[in-house]
């Protein structure tokens, strides 16, 4: 079993930037790849970014490439997503999510069997 709990939610101007943590306890994390999802209200939870376990690729929807940059430091059993130039569209629960699988799937929830409780991030226009 991979506990994991995520951190650094809050609310912010369009704009501006933030850091949003998970730390994993359990299992080994350093196996896992990790991701971040997010679902906003009335819909479906989709894919934001992903970083396998060696941490030498970075996946990211189009949505926020170049605004977004996820990382991880096993040693620390935590992986990040710092999000910057948000916007008010960016604005959801953000899950942070760990499971094993080929690097083709980083993109599908379905491919994650640990998921956290989540963390709100709201940017206000």
Known sequence: QVQ??????GLVQAGGSLRVSCTASGRTFSNYVMGWFRQAPS???????????????????DSVKGRFTISRDNAK????????????????????AAG??????VRHRGQY????????????S
């Not at 990040?80 to 953000?94: F, G």
């Not at 094993?100 to 799937?105: I, P, S, T």
């Not at 069997?113 to 206000?124: F, I, M, P, R």
């Open 100 to 105: 094993h699988m080929v690097l083709d799937y």
């Open 43 to 61: 819909k479906e939870r989709e894919f934001v970014a992903a970083i396998p376990w060696s941490g030498d690729s970075t996946f990211y929807a």
């Open 77 to 96: 059993n935590t992986v990040y997503l710092q999000m910057n130039s948000l916007k008010p569209e960016d604005t959801a629960v953000y899950y942070c």
């Open 113 to 124: 069997a640990y998921w956290g409780q989540g963390t709100q991030v709201t940017v206000s």
């Open 4 to 9: 994991l709990v995520e951190s650094g939610g």
